[in-house]
């Protein structure tokens, strides 16, 4: 899935990607460490930049149909922000566009182990290609 918020620095993302994780775990009821994230940043005409945060969640069965919205997303990082004593960081944060439950989403077969997504699974495509997938995601 893909979110993109404004009002939030690449360099503040990253240093608190444990609240956007818990945040996203949160509305996908899910633990933790079934979400992956990677973050690439991006610049609108006349305003301040922001984050596309690209995630994958790992389930252990089927993925469920979940009908979410960037409203959600918003609480759900204000609650995990307030939770992590960061909330001073995110109080600006708007979430313009989110991927809920159109998002891909990655879900084990039920005779195999379940495996935690890492973000290491984007770094294959380079950064190159991945901030070139996320700019035109944007676009669209």
Known sequence: ???????????????NE?????????????????????FSS??????????VVAYTIAYDDVAPALALDAA??????????????????????????FGGSEAPVAAAAESEDS???????FRPLGRGVFLVAAAAACLL
């Open 42 to 51: 991006y610049t609108r005409r006349r305003l301040s930049g922001g984050v």
């Open 115 to 121: 495996a935690v997504v890492s973000d290491a699974a």
């Open 72 to 97: 959600m997303f918003d609480q759900a990082l204000t609650d995990a922000a307030a939770a992590s004593g960061v909330a001073d960081v995110f109080d600006a944060v708007e979430t313009v566009a």
């Open 18 to 38: 444990f609240v956007i994780v818990a945040a996203l775990a949160d509305l996908h009821a899910v633990d933790a460490e079934a979400v992956a994230v990677a």
């Open 1 to 15: 899935g893909q979110a993109t918020l404004a009002g939030l620095s690449l360099e503040d993302a990253q240093q």
